[in-house]
């Protein structure tokens, strides 16, 4: 068999495999169509293999295709770490990350202009999005993450506490009371996320827990916008600590039946398995586990985390 001396054409293949077409494929790699379908043509021909099945309407990965895609992965990965070995040695290099939009705007941003300062050197790029993504298919190096994930294809690391808790503006607690046990809930309007709305919201106190029936006044697909109509007044809100501990020091929103909580959530960093985790990654990763968890600290006068 004739040797594969072409790193270009293994990069073909893994952003064929990543956007799900050669013509997303072509964008990617900012190639023309015709240069990437004979690129990959080529392949086959040298190896004897039909590594994609194509049509007119639909691309799949024969089972061929996809054992060479993995091996391709593999040397991507170990040229990315030779690559790395003087830009880590420089604090130099770019790290991909993802979060939700809220936590990204509110935790991850303030903190970017003071994490340059230290380590000019490192680019940060951010995908914000709510839903969760493909890490490997997105090249993500890191994402930061509350919700529970249970993926073996993922690492997990713990950096900082989190919570739900209820909270609504002053405005709306002078106008319409506040509840004394979370059954009285139902008599409130409540800002929900979901779609359809929630019926109940999951509470805990010790080892106490209930599931109480809420009436969405108000709902949303993601947390922004129950979060935005809570500091006008509109109704009460189970939010993350994280998302409401600036908002709660400044007195925009105050918490209601603060001896209750929901679910038990963290902040972790979520890691695509790999042989190779950059130093810059990691710099970044410690960086906003120090950051996260020195406000934690800072905010334990406000009850907002069960465990700092």
Known sequence: MPAIDRIEDFRIVD?????????????????????????LSRLEATL?????????????????GLLFLERCRDVLEAVAAAQDVGEDANDQGSVRITAAVGFAQRQIAPRLAKFADRYPGISIQILSTNPLIDLVEQQVDVAFRQAPLDNSAYITRTIAPDDELLCASPAYCEAHGVPAHPDELIQHRCLTVGDPPPRTWSLQKDEERLEVKVRSAMGASDGEIPHLAALQGCGIALKSSWEVVKDIRAGRLIRVLPQWWGRTRSVRVVFPIRRHQPARVRTFVDFMEQELRAEAARASDLGLFRDA
Do not use: C, N, P, W
């Open 15 to 39: 952003a064929i495999a990543r956007t799900g077409t050669l013509s997303g494929a072509a964008r990617e790699l900012d190639l023309s169509l015709t240069v990437v379908s004979k690129r």
């Open 48 to 64: 004897g293999l039909r590594l994609v099945q194509r049509t007119t309407r639909s691309l799949h990965f024969s089972d061929e």
